[in-house]
């Protein structure tokens, strides 16, 4: 069963910092660029940050740009988003997907709140 799991969300204060973990399973993860996506409360899913199968390519949205990170373990079949710097606009469910494929995980709550 292709199957991706996303970790590490929670309850935050402005400024500080979070690690998601997304886990993949049932696949050649190594061979699939993943991607990061978050929905807001209604707004449009968007997509975060992307990283290419090797992980020497990444890429973030402007928008999280300086703050956000992402990387990829291929031998421990996970990739992560560091975000740093939080801010309360960043609150959202975090996603991660399977390149362009249909897979996608359950989702992780980011909440970024004093």
């Known amino acids: 069963q292709v199957q991706v799991v996303e970790s590490g969300g929670g309850l935050v204060q402005p400024g500080g910092s979070l690690r998601l973990s997304c886990v993949g399973s049932?696949?050649?993860?190594?061979?699939?660029?993943m991607t990061w996506y978050r929905q807001a409360p209604g707004k449009e899913r968007e997509l975060v940050a992307l990283i290419t199968k090797t992980g020497e390519t990444t890429d973030v949205a402007d928008s999280v740009k300086g703050r956000f990170a992402i990387s990829r373990d291929n031998a421990k079949n996970t990739m992560y988003l560091q975000m740093n710097s939080l801010k309360p606009e960043d609150t959202a469910i975090y996603y991660c997907?399977?390149?362009?494929?249909?897979?996608w995980g359950q989702g992780t709550q980011v909440t970024v709140s004093s």
């Open positions: 049932g696949f050649i993860f190594a061979n699939y660029p």
């Open positions: 997907r399977v390149g362009l494929t249909t897979t």
